[in-house]
């Protein structure tokens, strides 16, 4: 049963770039949920996709978008990167009302921005 | 307002020692739940145990157990048994109402084992 998967590992950008993270649900999951966390805090929300449509979103700026896939991929897209966007980006799915519609995690991806 | 409060940022407990990581959250919601999850240093945040806004009985999962005190808003995890690969982040975390999905977390608690 394969968890939740994310790609790249790991990815340096500089100022003003863009940058594409994606994203593999747990199989039979068919939401997806992204997090920025930052060094030594906790994960800040940043939206949620269900049904290929943004269905909740977070304090974050437009420069941050997303879009779900047919297969419940997910891809998280960043533009013009700030230094402050330097961060863990987590993926998580999960299955929609399914009781606990517990969050299950990938690896991350961490993003650093020069 | 901060709706999840971890006021432990770190803690030693000895190998096969119990521990408890304390959690209190803020809501006016009826329904909701709790989550801990655990962070290694590798990053990926493992899900740890739920517990149901509505459940009577508190929430247990092989070494996990959580310390639910509704009236007093806590969510207390305890680990009984530790062990050294439980080395980790801990963090609590909160969904509000079935018109809320995201998770709200805590600063998390860092917990090192010593053998």
């Known amino acids: 049963d394969a968890g939740v998967t994310q790609s790249p590992t790991h990815l340096i950008k500089t100022r003003g770039q863009q940058v594409t993270l994606r994203c593999s649900p747990k199989?039979?999951?068919?939401?997806v949920s992204w997090y920025q966390q930052a060094l030594g805090q906790g994960p800040q929300f940043i939206f949620q996709y269900y049904e290929e449509e943004e269905r909740q979103r977070g304090n974050f700026p437009d420069r941050f978008s997303g879009h779900q896939f047919p297969n419940y991929s997910s891809e998280l897209n960043v533009n013009a990167l700030l230094l402050g966007d330097s961060a863990l980006y987590l993926c998580?799915?999960?299955?929609?009302?399914?009781?606990?519609?517990?969050?299950?995690f990938g690896p991350g991806t961490r993003l650093t921005v020069l | 307002a901060q709706k999840i409060t971890q006021t432990q940022p770190g803690m030693f407990v000895q190998e096969k020692e119990a521990v408890t990581l304390d959690c209190t959250y803020d809501?006016?919601?009826?329904?909701?739940?709790l989550f801990w999850y655990k962070q290694p240093s590798s990053g990926e945040m493992i899900f740890l145990i739920y517990q149901g806004s509505y459940d009577e009985q508190n929430a247990t999962e092989g070494r996990y157990s959580l310390n639910f005190q509704k009236a007093r808003k806590s969510a207390n995890l305890v680990i009984s048994a530790s062990q050294l690969g439980d080395s980790a982040m801990y963090f609590c975390a909160m969904r509000e109402s079935s018109n809320d999905y995201k998770l709200s977390f805590g600063a998390g608690t860092t917990v090192t084992v010593r053998a």
């Open positions: 998580a799915s999960s299955l929609d009302r399914s009781g606990t519609d517990t969050q299950y």
């Open positions: 809501t006016s919601d009826q329904s909701y739940g």
């Open positions: 199989s039979g999951h068919d939401t």
